[in-house]
C-alpha cells in the first residue's frame, strides 16, 4: 500500500528522460530499487510497461515494501552484456506485489557507476570458451579450466582473481560457483570481461558481465545475493 506524500525531493544529478524505446527494453530485466542516498530497497525484475511507468516486482515471490506515493527511488536496470543504467522515478503506484515507477529520468554519468556489488571470498572453475565464439580475440585454440576467486557479485555480473591473463572481450564459463550453500546446486555462469587489470607481478583482476540466463537461473541469483546481503548484515552486527 501506498501513502501520499505531501513534498518531493529534487532530482539528483539527473538529466534527460528515458525514451520509449529504453523503457521497452528494460521490461523483463533484472533490477535494483534504491534510495536515492543508494541504500538497497530490493531486487526485482521489471515485468511491465504501462505508457512510460514501469511496474518492478520483487524477485524471489518477496512482498513489496510499504511506500509513500511520488517519493523518488534509483532504479538501476541491468541487461546482459550492457553497462547497468540508472534512472531516478517517482511512485505512482504500488501493492504488496510490485512498485510503478514513473517520471523516470537518468541519472548523471558519474550515478551510473552505482550498483549494488555484494563482496564475497569464494573460488570457482573459469574455463576460456573463446573456442566458442568465432570473433573472439584469440582465436579458436584457447580452450582451458583454472581455478580463480571471486571477490563480488552483482545482478550485473561478477570480478574475479587469479593468476591467468584474460583480456577483454574473453568469453569465459564459471563452474562450482558455490554462492550460497542453500542453494541445491552450484551455479554455472557464461561471462564476458569487460576489464582487466594487473594487481601484483602474478595477479590479475576482471570485471565480467553476466550474458544471457534462464529467468530460474536469474531468480536464484536474486536469492543467493540477498542471502548473502543478510549473512553478511548478521555477521556485522554480532
Known sequence: MA?????????PGT??????????????????????NNTLVFLGRVQGLDGKALSVWPAGGREAPPVIYNDEFKLILHVPQKPALV?????????RSFWKLDNLVKCHRKEQRVNFRQPVSLRANALCINAMYPDSPRGENQYYSRLCKVVDVSLGGIQLRGQDHYRPGDHLLLTNL????SQPQPF???VQVRW??????????????FELMSIRDEDRLCAAILELQRMDIASHSN
Do not use: N, Y
Open 87 to 95: 534512472w531516478m522515478g517517482s511512485v505512482c503506484g504500488s501493492s
Open 188 to 190: 554455472v555462469f557464461t
Open 3 to 11: 501513502f501520499t506524500s505531501t513534498d518531493s525531493q529534487k532530482k
Open 178 to 181: 558455490w554462492l550460497d550453500h
Open 15 to 36: 538529466s534527460q528522460q528515458a525514451s520509449s524505446a529504453e523503457l521497452r527494453e528494460a521490461v523483463g530485466h533484472l533490477c535494483e530499487v534504491r534510495k536515492p
Open 196 to 209: 582487466a587489470e594487473q594487481i601484483s607481478s602474478v595477479e590479475w583482476r576482471f570485471g565480467c558481465f
